[in-house]
């Protein structure tokens, strides 16, 4: 008997000590229940966080933000910013990949932003509001005018004031319905961001805004860059991707310049890399290959010694 009490109290003092370890592991050295683990132990996702109470949508938005590599040991330098549109999603896969594209691919680091709902309910999350224009046929829909001025006064601003950005190098990133956005921005806001990029981006509601007239520009740098997968489920968006384009190459006036690819075997949302890496080689080209021409000088140099 005294042998059995001996062992139900040793299988306690084991179990309840266990469960203490594991409750200070995940509650933080303060003892809270509710302390969150920081990004700041994902270094390719090292940043900051803010929350942003919009007075113009009449919402709160999640903001991520990555930090460039080096940010913290060069004071003075000013980064593009990348605006990664479904934040939600995007900013976990496409800020983190931008550590391999500068490594591999000699695209300049960049302050990445990620723009998150905080979930996908879409009681929480209303991308299909903040991405379109009213459509009738549609139970929610015709936020885009509002998002876009939501960018434009209130996170372009509070995203600067923040970070040494560089407010000429803006770069705004959507893939599908977030690529409507990129487009309704592209043409009625030409001038607010350096550069775009839309994957397998939607053209509905109302696809003949985007044959119209766009807004006029004074800035004669501005690049549109649209991807489509071959495989991507909604076909028809690859086609009206494709005619877009055509048009606009044809008609040689666009206040952009434009660059379209087709992922090979891409499919709709999971090749969004693909996409991010596309847009970004266009935009850097240049930085590239002069990163690229040093690279090839410095090997040159070592191997001579």
Excluded at 237 to 242: D, L, N, P, Q, T
Aim: aromatic share 12%.
């Amino acid at each position: 008997m005294t042998n059995r009490l001996l062992a139900t109290l040793l299988t306690l003092i084991l179990t309840t000590g266990l469960s203490a370890c594991d409750n200070h592991h995940l509650s933080g050295p303060a003892g809270k229940q509710d302390q969150q683990v920081p990004l700041d132990f994902l270094p390719a996702l090292k940043g900051d966080y803010f929350r942003l109470d919009s007075n113009t949508v009449g919402r709160s938005y999640h903001i991520y933000v990555r930090y460039p590599g080096g940010y913290r040991d060069n004071p003075e330098q000013q980064y593009p910013v990348i605006y990664l549109l479904d934040g939600d999603s995007m900013f976990p896969i496409l800020a983190a990949n931008h550590l391999f594209l500068h490594y591999d691919d000699k695209i300049p680091e960049a302050i990445v932003v990620g723009i998150a709902y905080g979930a996908f309910d879409p009681a929480i999350n209303m991308r299909d509001i903040d991405f379109s224009t009213p459509a009738k046929d549609r139970e929610r829909s015709g936020g885009v005018a509002l998002f876009h001025q939501f960018l434009e006064r209130e996170l372009l601003p509070a995203v600067e004031s923040r970070y040494r950005a560089d407010p000429q190098r803006r770069i705004l990133y959507g893939q599908s319905r977030g690529g409507f956005m990129v487009l309704y921005s592209a043409f009625n806001h030409p001038d607010l961001f350096w550069g775009r990029i839309a994957g397998n981006p939607s053209f509905l509601p109302d696809m003949e805004q985007f044959f119209a007239t766009p807004a006029p520009s004074t800035r004669d740098d501005l690049v549109l860059a649209i991807s489509s997968g071959s495989a991507d489920r909604f076909q028809a968006r690859g086609e009206r991707a494709r005619q877009w384009y055509d048009y606009w190459k044809e008609k040689g006036d666009a206040p952009w310049e434009i660059h379209f690819n087709t992922i090979e075997g891409g499919t709709h949302a999971a090749d969004s890399p693909a996409t991010y890496r596309f847009g970004l080689r266009q935009l850097f080209s240049d930085e590239i290959e002069t990163a690229r021409r040093a690279a090839e000088r410095a090997s040159s140099a070592s191997t001579q010694h």
